[in-house]
């Protein structure tokens, strides 16, 4: 029995990532119309919700600023709204990658050796580096950092989209996802993307990279990184759905990347293929996530 009836789906945003955004809110909208839900696609542009009066739930997929920094779900709790995925607080931790390393530092999650800069600051850490903007999603305005040469137009990108930028010791091995459903923990995914480097053309790029699902991990590394991402998931205060990155060293070592509150929703994103796995199709996916929905 459905819970909810009439549904805005949130998509588009003011942010960096709006096409990517456009596109996970078109598929999520079409799910669930033929799931049998009434659908209102909203096409978000700015800073203003509009919403029709009728509306009983919102599932956002909107990523990015005042999609998932905390700012419309704050909107949607004031209004009394049920909204899928997590709430406000969860979300502005999660958005802001120094506040996430906090969190992790806290609660004993290992992150790559790391500080924030900003403009005029003076680096510290030595080569190689990931410089990426603080609060900012799908690799946009991310570098990888060998030569100090490409290290002054990298760290001025960054700040193009952020005036706070986190830099952090470059983890050579590979690139793991693990996605959380509430009490669920969904097989781990591992990224191979071109030249190891899983950056905004090769998430969204059809075919560019490979997804292995599961995992080729051994049991014990298996375990290891699920429980990982349950302990970063339970830490931010995470609900409904979350997906949480990873590198895994070549000691064997786990390092926390990120943890996406509102992962992408297209054909070739990470939580509707490590929920395929796990049995659930793409529409299974999205009602079973907007029946999560809470205010």
């Not at 990523?63 to 779900?73: C, K, N, P, T």
């Not at 990108?157 to 693990?178: M, P, S």
């Not at 997804?211 to 409904?240: F, H, I, N, S």
Request: with cysteine; proline share 5%; aromatic share 8%.
């Amino acid at each position: 029995m459905k819970r909810f009836h009439k549904v805005a789906v949130l998509m588009g945003g003011p942010s960096a990532e709006r096409d990517v955004s456009l596109r996970s809110g078109e598929a999520v909208a079409k799910a669930l119309a033929e799931a049998g839900y009434d659908v209102r696609p909203i096409d978000v542009t700015g800073y203003v919700l509009d919403l029709p009066a009728d509306i009983e739930a919102v599932f956002i997929a909107m990523h990015g600023a005042f999609g998932e920094d905390g700012r419309v779900q704050a909107e949607l709790t004031n209004r009394g709204l049920p909204f899928t995925g997590p709430g406000a607080e969860a979300s502005r931790i999660a958005f802001d990658k120094e506040l996430t390393r906090q969190l992790a530092g806290a609660h004993g999650i290992p992150t790559a050796a790391g500080e924030v800069l900003h403009r005029g600051d003076t680096r510290t850490l030595p080569l190689p580096l990931v410089v990426k903007p603080a609060r900012q999603g799908s690799s946009i305005g991310v570098h990888r950092v060998f030569e100090e040469a490409a290290w002054p137009a990298a760290f001025a990108d960054a700040l193009t989209y952020d005036d706070k930028v986190v830099v952090e010791a470059f983890i050579a091995g590979r690139e793991l996802t693990v996605g959380v459903l509430d009490e669920r923990v969904l097989p781990i995914v591992e990224v191979q993307a071109p030249e190891g480097w899983y950056d905004y053309e090769a998430k969204y790029t059809r075919g560019s990279s490979r997804y292995l699902v599961p995992a080729p991990l051994t049991d014990e590394q298996r375990v290891a990184c699920q429980a990982l991402a349950r302990r970063a998931y339970d830490a931010a205060g995470c609900r409904g759905m979350s997906r949480i990155d990873f590198r895994l060293d070549e000691a064997g070592a786990f390092y926390l990347l990120e943890i996406n509150t509102i992962p992408g929703f297209t054909e070739t994103s990470l939580l509707p293929k490590a929920a395929a796995q796990d049995g659930l199709t793409f529409a299974a996916l999205c009602e079973r996530v907007l029946s999560r929905a809470a205010v």
